[in-house]
């Protein structure tokens, strides 16, 4: 065999042990995270239900009670939340790193996740889908009490 194609032939294989690598190592992830991965809306959602809207550019979540609030999402440690995110005009991607929270706000189309702050402080959250030419502002704090 030509030096030329055992080379290539070893790098199929590396390439392919690579792959095979990051495939197992993705699904072994997602099986364990399922919680914080986004699903449709619907059905009957666990913990404090929070509504979330994304528009240019500001966050605005709408609690139980009525109460609405832009930029700054308060939640109590130790409770379970679930987000339901939609968006009013383009798509938006609402990420709170801390919480391993990452959904996106598109119109027509709610898409919800749930979790749970365990350490009361003050977290960002922002916007990671390009969405206009203020993108950059899309951000807000969230508040975790104790």
């Not at 032939?9 to 495939?23: E, R």
């Amino acid at each position: 065999m030509k030096s030329k194609t055992l080379f290539e032939l070893i790098w199929i294989v590396a390439v392919l042990i690579i792959l095979t690598y990051a495939a197992v190592a993705n699904l072994s992830y997602l099986s364990t995270q399922q919680q914080n991965i986004a699903n449709p809306a619907g059905g009957d959602p666990p913990g404090v239900l929070i509504n979330v809207t994304g528009y240019q550019w500001a966050w605005q979540f709408t609690y139980n009670n009525g109460t609405v609030m832009t930029d700054k999402l308060v939640l109590v440690a130790n409770t379970t939340y679930t987000i339901v995110v939609t968006s009013k005009d383009v798509i938006h991607d609402l990420y709170i790193p801390q919480f391993g929270v990452q959904v996106y706000a598109v119109a027509g189309h709610p898409n919800k996740v749930s979790f749970t702050p365990n350490k009361p402080g003050t977290y960002i959250m922002e916007c990671v889908e390009y969405c206009g030419e203020f993108h950059y502002e899309m951000r807000g704090e969230v508040v975790v009490l104790s």
